[in-house]
C-alpha cells in the first residue's frame, strides 16, 4: 500500500472560491508567496485563503504596519 497524499480541496475562509491545498503533498501554491497566515488576529479563527484574498491581506497588513 502507496502512502500519497492528495491535495485538499478548500472554499476561502474570505470569498468562498473553491482551490486545492497541496500543503499536505509539500506542494501548495502558498509555499512560494513571500509572506505567510496569520497576517491578522483574524488568521486564529479563517482557515486558508485563496490566492487573491491572501495577497489582499498580506497588502492590508503591510499598509497597517507601516
Known sequence: MTDTAT???LACARC???F???AGTGDCWCAAEPYRL??????EIE???CRDCLRQAA???ARSSA
Do not use: H, I, K, Q
Open 7 to 9: 491535495p485538499r480541496r
Open 16 to 18: 468562498g472560491t473553491v
Open 20 to 22: 486545492e491545498c497541496g
Open 38 to 43: 496569520p497576517l491578522t488576529p483574524a488568521g
Open 47 to 49: 482557515d486558508c485563503l
Open 59 to 61: 497588502s492590508a497588513a
